[in-house]
Each structure stands twice: as structure tokens, then as C-alpha cells.
């Protein structure tokens, strides 16, 4: 859906959305099937009857049998239909009229000769300038994206994808370090503007899936900066483009230090964006001095002075002091272990093991109330991590102590480690069946000792028959099947025979349990 959407915003015309969607309205869009799992078929009732045929894959071998054939209005009503189980289409066709109203008057902007004779309107419609300051950038950039509308719950999307195809080709004939930081502006735009749209769409009936929306940007964004971050020529940038370089950093401490809630990580692009900049040792000091002056000047216990120390003790790491960074972030009012990967990822990089294990020992307390993907990514560090070790003694102590949000990762390192008793310790603890385990590593464990496997069907059998009821019972005689097969792989028939007696004893009041076990010729 969202590529046929994406497809309406750049081949359709607005009166011919507005066609499609009176179709839709009217019920004329019938027999949609989905053909050889790449083409839509449908039929349009009009004055005739139209034969559409979608294709997803590649959008321009789409066709439709009325005289206009490419991207026609019943095409887009074949679309508003296949959008109506997800959302109301006439809001969608809203905003696709929003965002091919922006995008023509981008079209304008690059058209624009200089003949207009309004002053402020001429630079509204001039295209940015590399000689020009990043502030005039921005202000471009406001302008071309004035008025738009958040009428559904894409709008985020699709305005981010709008900013990467419409802003970032403008600077392609740039000088190659302009040019990224270019690229960088055009993130900390959308950036920005999300911020504003949340704050705006607070009172909307929009307002859950604007929040939704700005997480998923918020990933993207970081996504882009971690492959933009190591394409900046920061050198050049300070030698021949200061000016620049200047404004952009000051955005960027006036946006990352505000300590504002958002899914945005200014945070982090301010701290990354300084790690580039370790080569210049003024602009560190001049900044770290601003740094001390506003930490002196914040109210202790607020957001803004944790985010204020985080930056301050972000210089301190740049310095290869963590041991002081540490000390200076133990006044947070609050520790979150996502603040930090980007020291995690760094250390990875550069094979710097002993300071990304300190790391991770100082974020080991913040792990117990972390989000899923944080705790994965912990654990992957770490793993990373001990593999270098003389012993892998802390890193189980870890993943014990996290138990049981650890389990998946503490159970795949037993099974690669070859540590199977502790592995069928851990699956008994956490009382999990042997039905909802790898069949692979149940054999694997088999192959190496079949005793070892013993404790965890006894469980499940017990566990079965505790259930009292005939499915419980068929699923405990599937266990006493495997349970007998070990017995007898280890030439242990006496004990076997012994066990089932003890068993069939036990729960003789057990009826159709004793009549599952006579099925299995286990009792007479």
C-alpha cells in the first residue's frame, strides 16, 4: 500500500484522484483479485466496464482498458479500494492533494528564472545555494514544505520520503563535502518538523498515529545519520566551510540541549557529530566551557540537566576518560540504556574491548526495566565481548541475573558452547516442554548423552498428567514413548520398567489415564 500510494502522489493528477474517489464512493470498483502474487485485476463500472490491471512490482507496466490507460481514474479507484480496509480513502485523497500541491510548487521553485519581481517572493522560490549559509537552507527548506497537512496515518512517512526526494538531489552537482552536509540538514529538517507536527497534532484525532508515524521516522533518521556521520569530511569542513560548520553546530546544541521529549535522538547526533570534530581542539574547549556554564545554570533533577551531563561527560569519553564520564553521568535522574550504544558501537568499531566491557558493567543495573531491543543489543555487545575473555564466567553470571528476559540469548550460548547439562537445567527451571523446543537441539543434546534429557520429559510428564484431562494424558503417553526410547538407548530396561510401574501405581484412580497407558501395552 504504501508503494501504490507513493505512486498516486507522483503519477496521478488531483481531478483525476478526485474521478477515482467518486467511483469508490459509488461502488463501482468490483471483483479485485490478487493475480500470480504480483497484479491486482479489478473491474471499474463506468459507461462501460474497465479492466484494471495493478502491477506491484513495476507500477508503469500497470494498465487499464479505458482510452487513457496510464494512471487513470479508475487505477486510482482500484487503489482507494485496496486503502479502505486500512483507513478512510477520502482523507488519503486529502492529503495526496496536499503533497502534489507541494511538490508542484518545488516544481516552480526549480523552474523559477528570476523574473518575479517580488523580493520576498523571488527567494522563496530560488533553490538553495552551496555558497549559502545552512540557516538560509533551512529556512528553504520551511518554505517548499509551508502548510502541509497530516490528514492520515502515513503523513509522517510520507513527508519524510517527500523531504529525501525532493531536497537532497538539489545539492548533487555540490562540492562532495557541502554536499553531505547538506544531506545532514535535510535530516535535521524533518527532525525538527516531526517535533512540530507532534506538538501541533496533540489535540487531533490524528494524534496516535502522528506519535506512531514519528517513531518509525525517528528510525529512519538514525539509520541515514549512521551512514552520513562517516561520509563527512569534517577537516575540509573547518578549513574552508567554518562559517558553516559553525551554524550547523550551533542547530544542533540548540535542538540536542533543550531537553525536550522526543523520539528524536538529538542526543546522539550531537554527540556523534562532535566525535567527528576531535581533531579541533578549540571548538571542543570553547564548547565544553558553554556546557559547564548552562549545567551551572539548570535546575537539578530536570530533563534538561541529564541531558546537559550526558553531553558534558560525552567529552570526557572523547578524551579516553570514562572512568570520570561515568562519575559525572551517576548524577542522572534517570539512566536509560540507549543513551549509551553509541559508545557501545564505537568501541565495537575500533576492537576497544576493555572500555566496551566497562560499559557494559556500569548498564548491567538499567537492563532489568530495558526495552526488548535494548536488552538484544546488550546481549550482543556482550557476546561480542566475551569471546575475548580468559573465561565466559561473568557473561553467564549476566545473563543468569537477567533471567528470565535473557533466556533466548542465554540458551543459544549453552547450546554454541556445548554446555548441555546447564542447558537442561535451564529449560527445567523455566519449565518449558520439550514440545516447545528445537527439535535440533534435542537432538544434538541426545547425540551427546540421552540421560541428560531425562529430567526434562519426567517433567513434562508430570506437568501433563497434573492437567487431568484426555488431552493432557495423549500428550504425557507421547513423553513415555521418548522417555522409553532413552531408557532403552541407554540399556536401562529395569529401570524403565520399574519407573512405569511407580507411575501407573501412583495414578491409579486416574481412569483415562490408566486407559491410555493399557494403549501403550505399558500396564496390563
Not at 540507549?338 to 576492537?351: G, N, S
Not at 547450546?415 to 537442561?424: A, I, L, N, P
Request: aromatic share 12%; charged share 25%; net charge positive.
Amino acid at each position: 500500500m504504501n508503494y501504490l500510494i507513493e505512486r498516486m502522489q507522483h503519477d496521478f493528477e488531483v481531478p483525476v484522484l478526485e474521478r477515482g474517489w467518486e467511483f469508490v464512493h459509488k461502488g463501482r470498483v468490483k471483483d479485485i483479485q490478487l493475480m500470480h502474487g504480483i497484479e491486482i485485476h479489478a473491474q471499474v463500472h463506468g459507461a462501460q466496464i474497465y479492466k484494471v490491471i495493478l502491477d506491484l512490482e513495476q507500477f508503469t507496466k500497470s494498465s487499464c482498458s479505458c482510452t487513457k490507460s496510464k494512471s487513470c481514474r479508475h487505477m486510482a479507484a482500484v487503489i482507494f479500494t485496496l486503502y479502505a480496509p486500512y483507513a478512510r480513502p477520502e482523507i488519503l485523497l486529502q492529503q495526496l492533494k496536499q503533497a502534489i500541491l507541494v511538490k508542484g510548487r518545488q516544481q516552480q521553485t526549480r523552474a523559477a528564472t528570476g523574473t518575479l519581481k517580488a523580493e520576498k517572493k523571488a527567494e522563496r522560490l530560488e533553490a538553495p545555494l552551496a555558497s549559502q549559509p545552512p540557516s538560509q537552507w533551512q529556512r528553504f527548506f520551511d518554505q517548499q514544505f509551508y502548510g502541509y497537512s497530516l490528514s492520515q496515518q502515513h503523513s509522517i512517512e510520507l513527508f519524510y520520503h517527500a523531504t529525501q526526494d525532493s531536497l537532497v538531489p538539489l545539492a548533487n552537482a555540490w562540492e562532495n563535502s557541502v554536499r553531505r552536509l547538506f544531506e545532514l540538514h535535510v535530516l535535521l529538517f524533518v527532525m525538527r518538523k516531526v517535533e512540530q507536527f507532534l506538538v501541533d497534532s496533540k489535540s487531533s484525532y490524528l494524534s496516535l498515529y502522528i506519535e506512531s508515524g514519528s517513531k518509525v521516522v525517528a528510525k529512519l533518521c538514525q539509520e541515514q545519520m549512521d551512514l552520513l556521520m562517516p561520509k563527512l569530511d569534517c577537516k575540509r569542513l573547518a578549513d574552508h566551510h567554518s562559517a558553516a560548520l559553525d551554524q550547523t553546530l550551533s542547530l544542533l546544541g540548540e535542538m540536542a540541549l533543550g531537553g525536550s521529549d522526543s523520539p528524536m535522538q538529538w542526543l546522539g547526533v550531537y554527540r556523534s557529530f562532535w566525535w567527528r570534530l576531535a581533531e579541533q581542539p578549540k571548538r571542543l574547549a570553547k564548547e565544553q566551557k558553554r556546557l559547564e556554564l548552562l549545567a551551572a545554570k539548570s535546575t537539578p533533577l530536570t530533563r534538561k540537566r541529564d541531558v546537559l551531563l550526558m553531553a558534558l561527560a560525552h567529552f570526557q569519553v572523547m578524551e579516553r576518560q570514562d572512568s570520570a564520564a561515568r562519575t559525572l553521568l551517576e548524577q542522572l535522574s534517570k539512566r536509560e540504556a540507549r543513551d549509551f550504544f553509541l559508545y557501545l558501537h564505537r568501541f565495537y568499531e575500533a576492537q576497544q574491548w576493555d572500555r566496551m566491557l566497562s560499559w557494559l558493567r556500569w548498564l548491567l543495573p538499567t537492563m532489568q526495566r530495558a526495552q526488548q531491543e535494548e536488552l538484544r543489543m546488550f546481549c550482543t555487545y556482550w557476546m561480542e565481548a566475551v569471546s575475548l575473555q580468559p573465561d565466559d564466567s561473568e557473561w553467564v553470571d549476566v545473563m543468569i541475573s537477567l533471567l528470565p528476559r535473557t533466556y533466548y540469548f542465554y540458551t543459544s550460548y549453552l547450546m554454541k558452547s556445548e554446555r548441555f547439562k546447564s542447558w537442561v537445567d535451564l529449560q527445567i527451571a523455566n519449565r518449558v516442554p520439550p514440545i516447545d523446543l528445537y527439535s535440533a537441539d534435542l537432538k544434538l543434546v541426545e547425540a551427546k548423552d540421552p540421560s541428560l534429557l531425562l529430567p526434562i520429559y519426567h517433567q513434562a510428564v508430570e506437568r501433563c498428567i497434573a492437567e487431568k484431562n484426555r488431552t493432557a494424558y495423549l500428550m504425557a503417553v507421547k513423553y513415555l514413548k521418548k522417555l522409553q526410547a532413552y531408557y532403552k538407548k541407554l540399556d536401562k530396561p529395569d529401570t524403565w520398567d520399574e519407573f512405569i510401574y511407580r507411575l501407573a501405581t501412583r495414578y491409579s484412580r486416574l481412569r483415562a489415564l490408566q486407559e491410555e497407558l493399557r494403549k501403550g501395552k505399558w500396564i496390563p
